[in-house]
């Protein structure tokens, strides 16, 4: 059974397709990386998938029930732009009215252990509008998880945090699925860090799902390439252009080949073109170059 | 092996104390709420003490000559109603604008910022994820601003009695009796409910735009206003009481039922 399961979904805003025909599947147990340029869609899915927009068309199965199902909605946990906290009020009092409204038995108990698992038992007392944005993130995580959801849908959780804020989220993401209970739904512009938890993605584009894979399969699409620099780099990259189909300068000022090809091919190449290369290496695009890749309709 | 999930079954009780629970507890913990009540307790006090001092000062227009003497209340329940044999209610004076009836108003302030709060904070996306019934939602809300106002009334009506013994004025209800006092209350504060869900409706339909809210509030909140004076006065008798209690029901039922539905085919974000 799939966490999520949608066919064809589409949503318009009067003349406006936002969403077009969009198929997703979201495995139990997943962190689903749903990746998409501003405007693309994944926002309006989401609120879709949490009952908060109508949908024009399609079908959204969670747990293979209909999403609109109560039962189905009690599994579900979500930090939607803002996290439903009340500024005036501390973290532990904002929880504590989650917990109410959710009719959590030990409530205290419950409130306590997701603090802890979110690292914010220290800033329970803490008035909700003086938290920093990246404990406002925590925060937010921790209100979608007390109830025990088995389904998390964040949106941009990752949005305005620093290097060790993403680091205690990333952890925090491992935590939530560790026993292979709870699915999470991510969107996210930071696909470096995402790559560094999901286990599936999802790529949308003008309100279509333009590919879905697993991990394994992206780090097999991810091509390797041959990196270097020597002291002639633009008669290298003249040279490298006769031969190879496509060669690139990266922002680091390394010659990229992305042809089949090996270090030692390239070196000898250039060597019998009096060329002496000064570093060489081989490497793999990341989920961020396969993105940009897929969106300028690369491979 | 094929994982599954276990599904709890919420029934509507649970979910409605759930939600009644913290929104009894956010009232609790909102400032504006004991602004609302400290403003129907203290201004009726002020109004009624500054009035009587004020009893029989003349004062000169200095154009024309006139002399206009100031009239302070005689009696303590002229906040709340006309005495037989009094001016009407509601007049452009200090009086007739802050009496009791004040309170309708008031409450649009806090429903209003009560409900606009939940959907800028993200609490009211929240809730719709994880229960999925609007009409519950609307209850809760309406039962909260039927609180807050009726509140408001009996600490007004507390207020007024204050303040005439403080400024020394007359209790006598002339030939009317304690119980058409406190049918006129009561009749009050059933209308409280077709005020509310008049509020509520326009909130929900304005989410996060509390100045629209309010200003919509306030707008169809004054086609009614006038009304309260005839409906309630305080020669009220239990026919008085029992036709608002009825129109606040149906009020609130039908307007909760356009409310739920204005939630239902809206976007919620």
């Not at chain 1, 906290?85 to 532990?92: E, H, K, Q, R, T």
């Not at chain 2, 956010?26 to 400290?38: C, G």
Request: hydrophobic share 45%.
């Amino acid at each position: 059974m799939n966490a999520i399961e949608i066919k064809g979904l589409s949503k318009n805003f009067g003349a406006k397709q936002a969403v077009c025909a969009l198929d997703m599947t979201v495995p139990m147990g997943a962190i689903y990386g749903f990746i998409g340029e501003n405007g693309s869609g994944k926002s309006t899915t989401e609120k879709m998938i949490c009952g908060l927009i109508p949908k024009s068309g399609g079908s959204i199965k969670i747990y293979g029930r209909d999403h609109t199902d109560k039962d189905v909605r009690a599994k579900m946990g979500v930090l939607i732009e803002a996290p439903g906290c009340f500024g005036g009020l501390s973290v532990f009092d904002n929880m504590m009215l989650q917990a109410a409204n959710l009719s959590i038995p030990n409530a205290e108990r419950e409130v306590i252990k997701t603090l802890k698992m979110v690292r914010m038992e220290g800033a329970a007392g803490n008035k909700y509008k003086n938290c920093s944005l990246g404990m406002k993130q925590r925060v937010g995580i921790a209100m979608a998880l007390l109830g025990d959801p088995t389904l998390l849908v964040l949106d941009e959780p990752l949005n305005g945090l620093d290097a060790d804020g993403m680091r205690i989220m990333r952890e925090i993401f491992l935590d939530i699925v560790r026993d292979g209970r709870r699915t999470i739904l991510v969107s996210s512009h930071l696909l470096g860090e995402l790559q560094k938890v999901a286990t599936h993605y999802g790529i949308i584009r003008h309100g279509k799902m333009i590919c879905e894979m697993t991990a394994e399969q992206l780090d097999a699409d991810c091509r390797t390439y041959v990196a270097l620099q020597s002291a002639e780099m633009s008669r290298t990259k003249a040279l490298l252009g006769c031969k190879y189909t496509r060669v690139e300068e990266d922002e680091a000022g390394y010659l990229r080949v992305y042809d089949q090809t090996t270090p030692e091919e390239v070196v000898t190449y250039l060597y019998k073109e009096g060329i002496p290369v000064t570093e060489i290496k081989t490497d793999k695009i990341g989920l961020e170059e396969y993105y940009i890749d897929l969106m300028k309709g690369g491979n | 092996m094929e994982q599954s999930v276990n599904f709890e079954s919420f029934g509507f009780g649970k979910r409605l104390s759930g939600m009644l629970k913290v929104d009894f507890k956010r009232m609790l913990k909102s400032r504006v709420f004991y602004i609302l009540i400290a403003c129907a307790l203290v201004l009726p006090i002020l109004m009624t003490v500054m009035m009587a001092m004020m009893d029989g000062s003349e004062s000169v227009n200095q154009q024309t000559g006139e002399i206009t003497i100031m009239e302070g209340p005689e009696n303590a329940w002229q906040n709340i109603g006309t005495l037989p044999g009094g001016e009407d209610m509601g007049g452009m004076d200090v009086f007739g604008m802050c009496n009791i009836n004040m309170a309708f108003m008031g409450v649009c302030v806090f429903v209003c910022l009560f409900i606009s709060d939940d959907f800028r904070s993200g609490y009211a996306k929240n809730l719709f994820t994880v229960r999925a019934k609007k009409g519950e939602y609307v209850i809760s809300k309406t039962l909260m601003g039927f609180l807050c106002g009726a509140l408001m009334l009996i600490f007004y009506f507390a207020g007024s009695a204050l303040g005439g013994a403080i400024a020394g004025l007359s209790f006598d209800l002339h030939g009317l009796s304690y119980v058409n006092l406190a049918m006129c209350l009561l009749s009050k504060i059933f209308l409280m409910l077709v005020f509310v869900s008049i509020f509520t409706l326009i909130s929900v339909a304005a989410k996060k735009r509390t100045w629209l809210s309010i200003c919509g509030s306030l707008g169809g909140g004054m086609l009614l206003f006038m009304m309260v004076s005839m409906i309630s006065p305080l020669n009220a008798t239990i026919v008085n009481a029992g036709l608002c209690l009825a129109g606040g029901v149906l009020f609130a039922l039908g307007l909760g039922a356009i409310s739920t539905l204005v939630l239902k085919k809206t976007s919620l974000v």
